[in-house]
């Protein structure tokens, strides 16, 4: 597995912004993509947003898609949300996570299942 640590989170009004990173440990993550995910109080983890290491392509929730951006640095293993135009039903605990095998298309991305390694999580609160 590898080891990921989320960080970022934070307070903001709401139509704010913030970036979120995902530091991984080691190289390996990079063969598949990652993701993330958040969990907000009461309801179910969903997926927010993947990205594909090899071809650059990105997946995006419909809840999402048009505020929030994902994007990786190969030479510093991380990965970004950058979040704007933030609601207040974004808030949420926000998971990185990383996939045990190779992953094409939003079905597959989205599927927690098929992730094996995850970070401690980053709150982020909007206020309304």
């Known amino acids: 597995q590898v080891q990921l640590v989320e960080s970022g989170g934070g307070l903001v009004q709401a139509g704010g912004s913030l970036r979120l990173s995902c530091a991984a440990s080691?190289?390996?993550?990079?063969?598949?993509?990652m993701g993330w995910f958040r969990q907000a109080p009461g309801k179910e983890r969903e997926f927010v947003a993947a990205i594909n290491w090899s071809s650059g392509s990105t997946y995006y929730a419909d809840a999402v898609k048009g505020r929030f951006t994902i994007s990786r640095d190969n030479a510093k293993n991380t990965m970004y949300l950058q979040m704007n135009s933030l609601k207040p039903e974004d808030t949420a605990v926000y998971y990185c996570?990383?996939?045990?095998?190779?992953?094409?298309?939003?079905?597959?991305?989205?599927?927690?299942?098929?992730?094996?390694?995850w970070g401690q999580g980053t709150q982020v609160t909007v206020s309304s």
């Open positions: 996570a990383a996939p045990r095998n190779y992953c094409s298309g939003y079905g597959c991305y989205a599927t927690q299942a098929i992730y094996d390694s």
């Open positions: 080691e190289r390996t993550f990079n063969k598949y993509g």
